[in-house]
């Protein structure tokens, strides 16, 4: 990944991109210390104060503090199921922050898990995988977009359950554990 590249959120370069990339807040000067500032500084102060506003911080609000408890509860109690999982359906109208609030679980599910694990033991798994997928997908269509995320090639001459079992290998050798589908 090359630096300034932008991937799409449903890769895995574009996932990794979208946990680490934590805006840093710009320190905030007070009228002293910018009038100590040059033309060309001030300007670059304001750029980057510019840049983080532009960002877009998620704010923490009723709908994402629910998804983000009720999958976080999901995931405790998943964690050392051996066959069938509970899932979590997340619907509402349009605009409403149900992307933001799945995108938010799995970003700090990733945050979480490098804090407990310690980056460098973290460093070999994608514990999140997220693809989105039109309302008249298919499941053939559904399994090519987990090979996508997990960077496999999927040939349209193959079948459902040969990209399946493709992914599963691969997603479980990565040891992924949270699973979105927006």
């Not at 000067?29 to 300007?43: H, K, M, P, T």
């Not at 670059?44 to 709908?63: C, F, G, K, N, W």
């Not at 990209?163 to 979105?180: E, F, Q």
Request: with cysteine.
């Amino acid at each position: 990944m090359t630096a300034g590249e932008n991937f799409p959120l449903t890769t895995r370069e574009g996932w990794r991109q979208f946990v680490d990339d934590g805006p840093a807040e710009p320190k905030l000067l007070g009228d002293a210390e910018l009038g100590l500032l040059d033309v060309a500084a001030r300007l670059a102060y304001d750029q980057e104060r510019l840049d983080y506003h532009s960002r877009l911080i998620v704010v923490a609000t009723p709908v994402i503090r629910q998804v983000y408890a009720t999958g976080r509860r999901l995931v405790l109690l998943n964690r050392h199921q051996v066959s069938a999982r509970r899932g979590l359906i997340v619907t509402g109208a349009a605009g409403t922050g149900k992307t933001t609030a799945v995108t938010q679980l799995g970003r700090n599910h990733e945050l979480l898990l490098r804090g407990r694990l310690g980056r460098h033991a973290a460093a070999g798994r994608v514990p999140v995988v997220y693809v989105t997928v039109p309302p008249s997908a298919t499941p053939k269509m559904l399994a090519a977009e987990f090979a996508r995320f997990a960077g496999l090639p999927a040939s349209p001459r193959q079948n459902q359950a040969e990209i399946t079992n493709a992914v599963c290998d691969v997603m479980s050798r990565l040891r992924a554990d949270l699973v979105l589908i927006g």
